[in-house]
């Protein structure tokens, strides 16, 4: 299927539009003699017309979609979202963020048609720009080497758990991998604070830390303020991704990834997450949401469902060994399958990095 976003692709298909998704652009802006072009099932997305042009390009067999003015998000959109974007306050006061999230709200157990439509194509939108950052092949993999790390949302930024996943993720970073979360506050923030300070030494973490501290809690005043002061005092951090969910709404969408892939549906975000992370999937303590997220993972590297079986680190080795049981367990379960060797648990960042660089992911 031609995918058509920009004039430059637009012209390159020399009049053959058949079947082609055009989306996004502004036709007022060049002179089209829409006659000379072949039209028929092609799909112009949220795109703008001359008024003479839109029923002849509908009799000529194209079809037109454009969201509704009053929707406060884009279906159709190229990118994937920015923090500034989504904490963009308007006259209402509130950010873009929670105006999805409030908009989302109102139906998210029974949405209509049109709504439900409007997300998925949202969510479309997410998987297409995603799969340009990554680029992955045919076999599934990236030149980018994608590591997730998981963990509890209500950790706060003064905890010890808070301070060793940043200084983790750092190291990551510093060690050329793609550090990606579920972009959310807590567990997740610190690992995308880590990897954008990727390119400083350790005091720039201790500090940040210290600075955000006096707002420690995703629910206390001045937490989103006090990130983007460390954003201007450490500017131009090393990239870095979150995959998180207007599901969780509530919770903002942590500031320090570079790209955000905001879903609506938690179930996709939850399964891409998971899967893009080919170099391994780090757990730091967390409640039922990381367990559930520990179980896919597992089910992900037993059936080798997206071609490469993966590294899963468990950082707590009391938390996941004897208090929860959980690493015992998986190990039982993974006994003579692929990944049993690519499991690993300690307390040690230096021994949880070097594990990584001596395990890549196994192709199925």
Request: contains cysteine; hydrophobic residues 40%; charged residues 20%.
């Amino acid at each position: 299927m031609k995918e058509i976003d920009n004039y430059q692709q637009f012209f390159e298909h020399q009049f053959d539009l058949k079947d082609a998704v055009i989306r996004g652009i502004d036709f007022h802006k060049v002179e089209i003699n829409w006659t000379l072009y072949d039209v028929r099932d092609a799909c112009f997305l949220e795109c703008s017309f001359e008024p003479e042009d839109i029923p002849f390009l509908i009799q000529s067999g194209a079809f037109l979609f454009s969201a509704p003015a009053d929707l406060p998000y884009q279906p159709f959109r190229k990118t994937l979202y920015r923090w500034d974007e989504l904490t963009d306050i308007d006259q209402s006061g509130y950010t873009r963020d929670l105006q999805i999230y409030h908009h989302f709200s109102k139906s998210r157990f029974n949405a209509g048609i049109h709504e439900a439509l409007f997300q998925r194509m949202h969510d479309h939108a997410i998987d297409s720009a995603l799969a340009q950052l990554l680029n992955r092949d045919n076999n599934g993999s990236s030149e980018l080497k994608c590591i997730a790390i998981m963990g509890g949302h209500s950790v706060m930024r003064n905890s010890p758990y808070y301070k060793k996943v940043a200084l983790l993720s750092q190291k990551l970073a510093q060690h050329g991998y793609f550090v990606c979360s579920g972009g959310g506050p807590g567990i997740m923030e610190a690992a995308n604070l880590g990897a954008y300070l990727g390119k400083w030494e350790e005091d720039a973490i201790h500090d940040s830390i210290e600075m955000m501290s006096k707002a420690p809690h995703f629910t206390s005043e001045g937490f989103t303020e006090y990130a983007v002061q460390v954003l201007k005092k450490y500017p131009s951090g090393t990239k870095n991704l979150a995959i998180p969910t207007w599901f969780y709404g509530h919770e903002p969408s942590n500031i320090f990834a570079s790209y955000i892939a905001k879903y609506f549906s938690n179930s996709l975000r939850e399964d891409t997450l998971l899967a893009i992370a080919l170099h391994g999937i780090i757990f730091a303590p967390g409640s039922a949401g990381t367990t559930q997220e520990i179980f896919m993972d597992a089910a992900q590297n037993h059936y080798g469902t997206f071609n490469f079986f993966s590294p899963m680190i468990f950082l707590g080795k009391k938390h996941y060994e004897s208090d929860t049981m959980i690493y015992p367990i998986l190990k039982k379960l993974a006994w003579g399958k692929e990944y049993a060797d690519l499991m690993f648990a300690s307390d040690e960042i230096d021994e949880i990095v070097q594990f990584i660089l001596a395990h890549p992911p196994i192709q199925k």
